[in-house]
């Protein structure tokens, strides 16, 4: 004989239960995680169409949020004891600390960051200390060299007289009226032979950079010194403003207010042959810009071409225009467009329907019979005849 069990096996009804139950366990557990995904997209989605219009990117975002925070609800308010509203000294603050290391050790999970960094930016840090000492070193020896020059005095400077000086005066304006027109036809050329690189369709070119334009697209071409890298280059880039610095130097290469405003999530930057900065900008609305930044000088934006290629539309307008020159070439041939022809064809359905009030009954179909030929003496004499009358 078999000992007897220590629990008692579960009847097929119990075990049906508990298979019910784990099934149910496993469904919830899927419904919640694609709950949290869903919610999670459309926070994402909200709060980035927050970052675009705020323009400041990250800082932008918590400038958002921390100041919702202020003013919308009692996150700020220290709690009174045995009080309801706001936080415990401290408590907010460890909040907000606490969040950002739970995301900080997920991101580091995937992307772990490099053991040599801080090293890296103190070396960095130094060698900037390094170059603004000789930077303003520098400045100071200008400044001393300038102070120690002494202006030499002419002997005309020394003899005031009042014949002198109309005597010399018509002498110089003669001479300084030739030289500035020499320097003015020589600057043309550089300027027109350093845009060759990119196309000035429906742009143009100034002294700080050319430009080009699309219907969606704005494409700018920078100079920039010889050997540039892009490490070398500090682009700050949002929906209405760019600003385009070398590390290290105060003085902006470009900055400025675009025309009007991009989309920065698809607009790019690039260098090209260490001498070229290359800008792809995405309109955030379909139109002609005059100027790239606002100041600059401006085109005659109605002598622009503003056509657009029939790839460019979206498929729903692509089909509308597919039908328009269709019926167009129908037209150009005589023929009924496709309307008119459905119409036709629906009339000639009418007319041949029985009890229809276009009805039409079929034709008795009666064939001619053929014409006898005449003898070809009766031919003759019928001639004569003619003839003679």
Wanted: with cysteine; hydrophobic share 30%.
């Amino acid at each position: 004989r078999r000992p007897p069990r220590s629990t008692p096996k579960p009847s097929s009804a119990a075990s049906d239960v508990y298979k019910r139950q784990g099934i149910n366990a496993e469904y919830m557990g899927i419904h919640q995680i694609i709950k949290m995904s869903f919610v999670q997209q459309k926070c994402d989605d909200m709060l980035f169409q927050m970052t675009q219009e705020m323009g400041k990117g990250c800082e932008g975002l918590l400038e958002a949020l921390f100041g919702f925070l202020a003013r919308r609800t009692d996150f700020y308010y220290v709690m009174e004891p045995g009080g309801r509203m706001g936080f415990p000294p401290n408590v907010a603050e460890n909040m907000v600390f606490h969040f950002f290391k739970k995301y900080q050790e997920q991101h580091f999970k995937r992307f772990p960051p490099d053991p040599k960094i801080e090293e890296k930016w103190e070396k960095f840090q130094k060698e900037q200390e390094e170059l603004k000492k000789k930077q303003e070193e520098q400045k100071k020896k200008d400044e001393e060299d300038k102070k120690n020059k002494v202006p030499i005095p002419t002997a005309t400077s020394q003899i005031p007289t009042e014949k002198a000086a109309p005597e010399k005066v018509p002498v110089e304006e003669k001479k300084e009226i030739p030289k500035p027109a020499a320097p003015k036809e020589e600057n043309k050329k550089p300027v027109e032979e350093k845009f060759k690189r990119i196309s000035t369709y429906n742009g143009d070119v100034n002294d700080r950079y050319s430009w080009g334009q699309g219907v969606w697209d704005v494409n700018v071409q920078v100079i920039l010194p010889p050997g540039t890298k892009p490490k070398m280059l500090n682009v700050d880039m949002t929906c209405s403003n760019i600003c385009i610095k070398l590390v290290g130097e105060e003085e902006p290469l470009l900055e400025g207010e675009f025309y009007e405003k991009i989309k920065v999530e698809e607009s790019f930057w690039s260098v090209e042959d260490d001498n070229y900065l290359m800008l792809n900008l995405e309109k955030a609305r379909e139109g002609i810009w005059g100027t790239v930044l606002k100041g600059d000088r401006e085109i005659d934006t109605k002598k622009v071409d503003n056509a657009k290629r029939l790839d460019e539309f979206d498929l729903e307008t692509q089909g509308h225009l597919q039908k328009v020159l269709y019926e167009q070439n129908r037209k150009l041939r005589g023929l009924p467009t496709t309307d008119e022809q459905k119409k036709i064809d629906l009339m000639n359905k009418l007319k041949k329907m029985e009890g229809s009030p276009f009805y039409e009954p079929p034709k008795e179909f009666k064939p001619s019979l053929p014409e006898k030929k005449k003898p070809a003496e009766k031919v003759n004499q019928d001639i004569d005849d003619i003839e003679q009358i």
